[in-house]
């Protein structure tokens, strides 16, 4: 804020400078001039009148001649006076117009109102660096979950449609480049209620810096950032503490999950799916021969995939830099080049170039001579939404979708992402065992997922644990509807954590130990109810025992007196 | 040479010495002590003080600080003369110009600190 006052004063110095000497050689000059008084006695106006006639007069009001009529050399005197302050203020205020439509200017009111915004947040709220379509779909979800934003894009342009996007709270926005240090710091992740930080900008570059700075400026914050390329995602990860999500090898990994166990992606889609979503089917690409479309980024994440798992594939991209392999054709995406990649053959058709009417057409034409091709398509554009769906493709790969749903994982529940990273490491069987299990506890509906951690610092937690002479304290408890007694809450427990071990899918009677956490699958109020296990440690008596403990110290007194007479 | 200096110094000297003809005299006497130059060294004091808008060194702001000093007394000293003269009506006598011409001094004070900081600045800079 010093700032801008600074500015306005350095900026109007020559203006009020202006206006002070025009004042002064007014009302200097008509204390100077004699007057006459109606007594008919020659004197000068004092100084008091002279400035309050001059002030209503430059002003234009004009209240006439005041305390006697004027002379007429006072009258010409006042004459020059009227000229001289109208230019004097209409110099003023023109510079104070030119400031108020100064570019450099609005831009300091602006980063001063979103500074002032931004230090007086005191709730959790994330920062988010780059609004492109991944960045508005995550800000979207993350104000979905009730957490506020601060949104930081080069571009006002992009960021023009937040004020009237339906946000449950207005995320605070500020068009400038993230990786400016200052930019950054203004941003509040420096604040201890900045939950973390995403960078979503378009290029990885920007992204890496973005990333590293706040690392530096903040060693405990939660990073997230997008890498498109390996070797940006090698950079980061070698830097060290930021969860780094390339989403075209995402896809490509869960392509290759899904070629063993269909099964495990299926309960991966259905856990990060928004909650409420049906369970979506599990599908099993064929295995065959491929033909990718484009041999970009994800036609070569794609390709990396399919040779780990040694199955055939020929590429074709117009592209003439690409390296030399016998399976790449160079070519247009036309009908000739489908036949010479050998599309008649093939099984399954990955449309993944970067343009959405490119992997439409290749999609019509590899049907035309093969009609049950498994078909892959990635849609790059928001607005081609409807017509990608049209194409009914067997997958279909979103790029903003997967970053959506990797940085929740990240950002909401880091032990759900641990939790399908065992998963993915068993064989289908398992997978279909979870799911199966899951969906019993809590129909067929896509879950909320959370952990709860078995703190001891928590009130309910302590007395579960300490204060209760040694009597065990089962993940059942947990389960139980701390307000209907013998009712189970709509909740499962998905995974057991202690220490370095971790169980999946641990029974009810599982005894808990402090420093546990279990991660859960189930509704939200199920969720809620369960927090009052962490702080209330009647209610865990109750569960435990069936009778609340008295809480005051006079009924604890007199419970021990009871329970010493009874003995 | 720097015009920026020479105006600079100029209005902060200009606005000392002004301040200091206004002030000697008899305390209590007021046809010692002329209104139009208590107009003219609050004129000066003024320009002096938008003068040092925007500076944000240390000593900028010290620099404002004084010249908003010098300002505020010269402008109360002129309000108590108005007051007399328009508002209560009466002629100016011994304790009210003793008011005016004391509030004066102390902007005087303030000046001379203004003109010692300019002095200090410069000396400082030696060049």
Redesign the interface.
């Known amino acids: 804020m010093s700032d801008l006052l600074?500015?306005i004063?350095?900026?109007?110095?020559a203006p009020?400078?202006t206006v002070?000497?025009v004042?002064?050689i007014s009302?200097?000059g008509l204390?100077?001039i004699p007057g006459m008084t109606p007594e008919g006695i020659r004197e000068p106006m004092?100084?008091?009148h002279a400035f309050y006639v001059m002030s209503y007069t430059a002003t234009t009001i004009g209240f006439g001649e005041i305390p006697y009529p004027f002379t007429d050399a006072q009258r010409l005197w006042v004459t020059f006076a009227i000229y001289l302050s109208v230019i004097g203020w209409a110099y003023t205020l023109g510079s104070v117009v030119a400031l108020a439509n100064d570019q450099p200017f609005r831009i300091m009111v602006r980063r001063s109102i979103f500074n002032w915004q931004v230090r007086g947040l005191a709730e959790p709220f994330y920062v988010l660096c780059g609004y492109g379509q991944s960045g508005a779909r995550l800000s979207r979800a993350l104000d979905r979950l009730g957490n506020r934003l601060v949104i930081i894009d080069p571009s006002p342009e992009r960021m023009a449609p937040i004020a009237v996007q339906d946000y449950g709270t207005p995320p605070i926005t500020l068009a400038a480049d993230a990786r400016l240090a200052d930019v950054l710091d203004d941003s509040g992740i420096r604040s201890p209620f900045c939950l973390g930080l995403i960078a979503l900008a378009g290029e990885d570059g920007v992204n890496q810096s973005i990333a590293i700075g706040a690392r530096v400026l903040n060693p405990d914050i939660l990073i997230v950032a997008r890498a498109k390329s390996t070797v940006a995602k090698v950079n980061l990860e070698s830097f060290g503490g930021v969860a780094v999500i390339n989403p075209f090898e995402t896809f490509a990994f869960n392509l290759g999950v899904g070629l063993r166990s269909p099964e495990i992606v299926q309960i991966e889609d259905w856990l990060t799916a928004t909650t409420g979503s049906p369970i979506p089917p599990a599908i099993q690409p064929p295995r065959g021969r491929w033909v990718l479309v484009g041999f970009g980024r994800f036609g070569r994440a794609i390709a990396q995939v399919l040779d780990q798992e040694g199955i055939e594939w020929k590429a074709f991209d117009p592209r003439e830099e690409t390296e030399a392999d016998q399976r790449l054709v160079h070519g247009d995406y036309t009908e000739n080049v489908l036949h010479d990649a050998g599309v008649e053959h093939a099984d399954v058709l990955v449309a993944g170039s970067d343009g959405d009417s490119v992997n439409l057409g290749a999609t019509t034409l590899a049907r035309r001579v093969k009609p049950d091709i498994f078909v892959v398509i990635r849609q790059n554009q928001m607005q081609d939404k409807s017509l990608v769906e049209a194409a009914r493709a067997n997958l279909k790969f979103v790029q903003s979708e997967i970053m959506v749903n990797e940085c929740l994982q990240v950002l909401k529940t880091p032990m759900l992402g641990r939790f399908i990273a065992q998963l993915r490491a068993g064989d289908s069987a398992q997978a279909a065992a979870v799911l199966a299990r899951t969906r019993q506890a809590v129909g067929d509906l896509s879950p909320d997922t959370w952990a709860f951690e078995c703190d001891v610092l928590q009130p309910g937690m302590f007395f579960a644990f300490f204060q209760r002479v040694g009597l065990p304290f089962r993940i059942q408890h947990l389960l139980e509807d701390p307000t209907n007694p013998g009712e189970r809450l709509h909740a499962t427990p998905l995974m057991l954590e202690r220490d370095r071990e971790t169980r999946l899918l641990p029974a009810d009677d599982t005894i808990l130990k402090p420093g546990d956490r279990v991660l859960f699958a189930g509704d939200d109020s199920a969720r809620r109810l369960q927090q009052r296990y962490l702080v209330e440690p009647g209610t865990v008596a109750w569960v435990c025992s069936g009778s609340e403990p008295p809480r005051g110290l006079i009924f604890r007194w007199l419970q021990k007196r009871r329970a010493r007479a009874e003995a | 040479m720097n015009l920026e200096k020479v105006i600079f110094g100029f209005f902060i000297i200009f606005a000392c010495t002004l301040n200091f003809g206004f002030f000697i005299g008899d305390i209590e006497r007021h046809e010692l002590h002329h209104?139009?130059e208590?107009?003219?060294a609050v004129?000066v004091n003024?320009?002096a003080t938008?003068?040092k808008?925007?500076d944000?060194t240390q000593l900028g702001a010290t620099h404002l600080a004084t010249s908003l000093v010098a300002s505020l007394q010269l402008v109360a000293a002129?309000m108590v003369?108005?007051w007399q003269?328009?508002v209560v009506g009466q002629p100016m006598n011994a304790e009210l110009t003793a008011v005016v011409v004391s509030l004066s001094g102390g902007a005087l004070l303030a000046n001379v600190f203004s003109v010692i900081l300019l002095i200090g600045e410069t000396l400082r800079q030696g060049r």
């Open positions: 600074f500015l004063l350095r900026r109007l110095r009020l400078i002070i000497c004042y002064a009302v200097g204390a100077l004092s100084i008091f | 209104p139009m208590l107009f003219a004129v003024l320009i938008v003068l808008f925007g944000r002129s003369w108005v003269l328009y």
